[in-house]
Each structure stands twice: as C-alpha cells, then as structure tokens.
C-alpha cells in the first residue's frame, strides 16, 4: 500500500486523495511497473502490492481465462488520447476465485505514467438483484415468463440474465468472460450465426441451441449491434422456441428491458485547500454534470451552486459539520444539476486533514454518481408496492415464510386464521399452530423440499383457526429470496365449501351403493323363487301327464281292444276326446320328450325305471323280449339317448313320476 518516494512525493495532495479514495487506484510508469496501489484495491481484487509488482502480473491475476484477457488486451491497445479519460467494465477474477464486476477509468499523463481507477459496482448490482428479487415475487403472482439476455464481444459473453443460463443449463461462472458460441450452439450453426454477427445482422434468424448436457433445441434469435463502453457489441434476445411451441398462448413479452448503459457510475476527485482557498475539480466530476473541464470553473463556491437547491443547505451544514470535528467524515447523498435539466443523484465523501492542534488544513474527497442506485431503489420500491396491492387485494391468503416465521401475511390471511397483523408477525408466532396436528409432517416434508430447490405440485392440507375451527384448504407453495435469504412464498385458497360437498357427495353415493346391493339381493330372490314356482308348476303338469298316459291311456286301449257295441264305443270315445282336452294344455307347455311317448312305451319305461330286467317286463306284459328290445330302442331315440353312454335306468329315475 505504499509509494515509491523516488517518483511520487508522498506530500502531494493528488496521493492522499488517491489513498484515501473509497475506489481502487492504481499508478504505473511506461515499464508497468506499478508506482501506487491503494488499500481500497487490494480489497477489491483480494492482492496485496506486494503481490503485484509489476502490470503483466496484474493483468494475468485478474484475468486467468485466455480468451477474455485476449479480449481485454485488444481493448486495452486501441489508441486514447492523453490526457483523455479510458472507461471500461471488465469482469475481474480475485484472490479468492470470486468474479466480480468492475469498472475501470484511466487516464494516461504526458508523462507517461497511467492513473487507473477501479470501482466495485457491486452495490449498485446488490440493489439490482434486490429489485430482481421483488419483481421475481411479483412474476411468480403473475406467471411470466422471459427471454434469455446477453451481451458479447466476438463471441466472449459479458453478460447474461437468469433465463439465459437456465436455458442452455450452466451456472453463471460457467460461461462468464468466456468464448461462448461454441458450447451453446450447435456445431452446424455455428457457421451461420458467425456470418450474422460478422454482417451486423439485426433481423430475428432460427438456429440450433446446445445445452450442457449436450442436447439440442431451437432457438430464435434476435441480436443488435450496439455501442458499450466504447466498444461496439451484439445484444441478443433468445427465444427457446421448443417451450414456445408448448405454451405460446401463455408467454408474454419480460417486464425487463435490458438497455446498454452508455455512462456507467463515474468517480470523480476534489480538494479544497482551506488556507489558500484554493478549489480543484477533477473534469471526471465535470463530466457527471455533462460538463467539460472548460466550462465548470475549480471554485467550491460556484460548484455548490449546481446542488439542487433543496439540498444544498443541508449538505453544506454537513460539510461544515466535518470541517468543526463534529463528525468523523463527510459523507452525503444528494441532488445535482445536470446540463441537460436532469437531475444527478451524488454520493459525496470527504476527509479534513488536520495540522497537529487539530485545526483543518484541506479536505480531500470524491464525488459518486450513485443516480443509478437510486433509480433502482425506486424500482424497488415501485415493485413492492405493485405487489403488495396485487397482494392485498386477492381473495386467496398470501405469505411469505423465512425460517418458520411469518415475514408477511396479507388481509386475507388475517381474515380467515382470525390473527391480526401483529400476532402473524410476532418473533413469538409458530407458523405450524395454523396446521392441524395430522398435516404437521406433510407440511415439514414439503416445506424441506422447497428449501432443497425441489418443485412440489400443489396439496391440500387442514388449517386451524384461532377460535379452533378447522379449515380445509390447498397450498401452492415456491421457493423465493426475499431480503437476501430464502424464503417461501405461499398462496392458500380455502376449499372448506368444496371438501363438505364432496363428502356429502360421497355419503350418498355409499347410499344409494347401499340401495343398489339391497336391490340386487331382492331382485335375485325373487328370480329364485319365481324360477322355483315354475319348475314346480312344470313338474306338477309333467307328473300329471305322465300319469293320465300310464295309469288311464292303457285301460281305455284295452276298452275298445274288447269289441264294445256301438254305444259303448261312443262313451270310450267321448272319455277320450275329453282326457285330450284336459291335458291338450299341459302337453302344448312342456317339451315332447314328456308327452310323445305312447301308453305302452311310457308303460314299459316306468318297469324299466324300477329296475326291471326286459325279460321281467315281456312276462308281466305278455309280450316277447323282442317287443319289449323294440320299445327300449324307440325310448332311447325319443329321449335323444341313441350313440350316447348313458344308462337309460337312470335317465328314467330323472323324470316325473
């Protein structure tokens, strides 16, 4: 951190500023050997001077990936006048792995030694993130989509938002300050999209994208050339094409419009010498206000003149403040003039170097241009009140939890769990005395699963009021960061109305269940007894006919075979016609292997039934064996018996007596 005495006098004012700049500073000569490297930068980069001795060292320590110092070196060749402000934003590797995003001004002397002043810009881009952060909420309510973003030079890529490496799958440090092209494009477009960034092309052109994993997808592209720090460079839009086809209707165009900063934050140095009064101004400073170094005289009085006049009483006080030792260092935000009537916001700082009574013998600052910063905040703020108004006005209750604790619960959540404002947001509060004691462990299961950066689909759980009464509800849940730490974003809509109607539903499904079975049964019982009713009907009617052909058929044969006069036959016939209209119904009912056998054959069936042998049957009929041989052939044909190994006794046994 010290300085060489033989070529800077350490009792210049330009030294302490230089020292006791809140920016890295850096002086080297023609030999780049480094002549100064203050405090400030050896806490940016992660080096100490002695680890630096020369500007070769410099530049490998901070740029160990071959293809950006190569783009860095190009940049750092091409001619600027001297005595001419040099700005550019680099990505810087540190000590400790770390890239961080810096800005660098210099300035070459008519000597030859190169003033470099380095700047930190992570505060702006902390704030950056913190409105990313607020609108990432506010895009999870309103389900957006985006675009992948970057900025490159010959292919080295400078910058890129989130979506750009969620789409080709690689983290940020990945591909940062590197050769990009050929890992994310497909060798076979390669050539093609040279030839658009060769020719300047700015109209959209479909190509092939390669992600880490080594598939491919379609993307769309559409790049511009641009000027960035002097330097001109491709802006490109990539639209992954393969997720348009899925869900075209529902993408929209990003909130987010990345637009090239044609003045990064500049930092300029002044020194007021109380004794002589003298005022110096660094043009740099000029400059933020759209000043050149002819047009701003180095008088303190007339430079207070561009504080906006608001501010300007306040920020004096506060100046002279230091000046009397009330404070330990000038430090103020305010409001300037710009040339064009635009307002500049300023981060002024300053130290009074005291004599040895103490008395201040000159102040030595720096001027900021923080109106960046500023405009993010009020972005910020923009975004969180858009939120909290979709928020608040949405009829499902919306949270946000950060390490069990409620950090913001909106009306809705106060209206249904009966908790004000102040008990959600107590450090006292346990969020899992809202959860019923059976979703407890569902809750804790998914809760770690968010927090694991694993997506859960939405589920339904119960919730307990403060009165006790118990809520059905279902929870779409996602991981967020909200004040630079995870947290849960959680959106509960009560389903208490939807839960009671689809167990009504399901009582009376079970019911009329119920009914149907008991139908059933009924409709089977009384199929059995009506089948039984008909099967005793038919063996009433079967037996019936069966008998009157055995019992009266053989006897009125037997009447007529006895040569009766002409009247008894008469009486024989009417006995017959009548038995005929008697048991004409029965017969038309039943099936013919009941009713076409003859008197004689139903006869000699019923001996045969009871076990008679035919021998048996020819003596108690006075036939031959033959006749009764014939009519067992006869019954074997009409009862469908012939060429079939069935015993015809006990076929018979089956019929009706």
Avoid at 207 to 228: D, N, Q, R, W
Avoid at 498 to 506: G, S, V
Avoid at 588 to 616: M, N, V
């Amino acid at each position: 951190m010290g300085f060489n005495n033989t070529v800077l006098d350490p009792e210049n004012w330009s030294l302490v500023a230089l020292e006791s700049a809140p920016f890295g500073v850096m002086v080297h000569d023609k030999k780049e050997k480094i002549l100064l490297f203050n405090s400030q930068l050896e806490k940016i980069s992660g080096y100490l001077k002695d680890e630096i001795p020369d500007l070769q060292t410099w530049i490998n320590k901070l740029y160990p990936d071959h293809d950006y110092r190569k783009l860095v070196l190009k940049e750092r060749k091409r001619k600027i006048p001297k005595n001419r402000l040099r700005i550019r934003e680099t990505i810087i590797t540190r000590k400790d792995g770390e890239k961080r995003i810096c800005e660098f001004s210099s300035i070459l002397s008519s000597s030859g030694i190169r003033t470099v002043f380095i700047k930190d810009t992570n505060v702006l881009r902390e704030t950056e993130n913190s409105l990313r952060e607020s609108e990432e909420r506010f895009r999870l309510l309103s389900q957006a989509t985006f675009e992948g973003i970057l900025i490159h030079k010959d292919g080295v890529l400078l910058f890129a938002n989130d979506q750009f490496f969620k789409m080709f799958g690689y983290e940020a440090q990945e591909l940062l300050g590197k050769q990009t092209l050929p890992v994310c494009i497909a060798p076979q477009s390669l050539p093609f999209i040279k030839k658009h960034i060769r020719n300047g092309t700015s109209t959209p052109y479909k190509v092939t994208g390669l992600k880490k994993k080594g598939s491919t997808f379609p993307i769309l592209i559409h790049a511009k050339s641009m000027e960035y720090q002097d330097n001109e460079v491709r802006v490109a839009a990539i639209r992954d094409l393969s997720y348009m086809r899925q869900a075209e209707s529902a993408l929209r165009k990003s909130e987010e419009r990345y637009t090239l900063a044609t003045n990064a934050a500049r930092v300029g140095v002044w020194d007021w010498d109380i004794q002589t009064n003298e005022f110096y101004l660094d043009p740099n400073v000029k400059a933020i206000l759209g000043y050149s170094d002819a047009e701003i005289p180095d008088d303190l009085e007339v430079w207070s003149n561009y504080v906006h006049p608001d501010d300007k009483q306040p920020v004096m006080e506060a100046f002279q403040d230091h000046i009397d030792g009330k404070t330990p260092e000038f430090a103020y935000e305010h409001r300037m003039l710009h040339k064009d009537g635009s307002i500049r916001w300023i981060m002024a700082r300053g130290t009074a170097i005291r004599d040895d009574q103490g008395n201040p013998v000159r102040v030595v600052g720096t001027d900021t241009d923080i109106t960046q910063r500023k405009q993010a905040e009020e972005a910020l703020l923009e975004s969180e009140i858009k939120f909290r108004n979709l928020a608040e006005q949405s009829p499902n209750m919306i949270f946000i939890i950060k390490s069990s604790k409620v950090v913001y619960a909106n009306r809705k959540c106060e209206e249904i769990t009966g908790y004000k404002s102040d008990e959600l947001h107590s450090a006292d509060f346990d969020f899992f005395r809202l959860i019923a004691p059976e979703s407890v462990k569902l809750i804790k299961k998914n809760f770690k699963k968010h927090m694991s950066g694993v997506e859960v689909e939405p589920y339904e759980y119960t919730l307990i009021r403060k009165s006790d009464k118990r809520i059905e509800v279902i929870i779409t849940a996602k991981l967020i960061n909200y004040e630079g730490e995870d947290a849960i974003l959680g959106i509960l809509t009560d389903i208490t109305e939807r839960k009671n109607a689809e167990i009504a539903l399901r009582e009376k499904d079970k019911k009329l269940e119920r009914q149907a079975k008991n139908l059933i049964e009924m409709n089977t019982a009384l199929k059995v007894l009506l089948e039984q009713r008909e099967k005793e009907k038919t063996n009433i009617k079967e037996s019936l006919l069966a008998d009157i052909k055995k019992l009266v058929y053989p006897y009125v044969e037997k009447l007529e075979n006895k040569g009766l006069n002409e009247d008894a036959q008469t009486f024989v016939n009417i006995i017959k016609s009548n038995i005929n209209d008697l048991i004409s119904p029965l017969a038309s009912s039943l099936s013919s292997k009941y009713f076409s056998l003859t008197p004689s054959e139903i006869q000699i069936a019923d001996l045969i039934k009871h076990g008679k042998t035919s021998k048996e049957i020819a003596l108690m009929l006075n036939v031959s064996p033959k006749a009764i041989s014939f009519h067992r052939g006869n019954l074997r044909k009409k009862l469908g018996l012939l060429n079939k190994k069935i015993n015809l006794r006990t076929y018979l046994q089956n019929f009706p007596h």
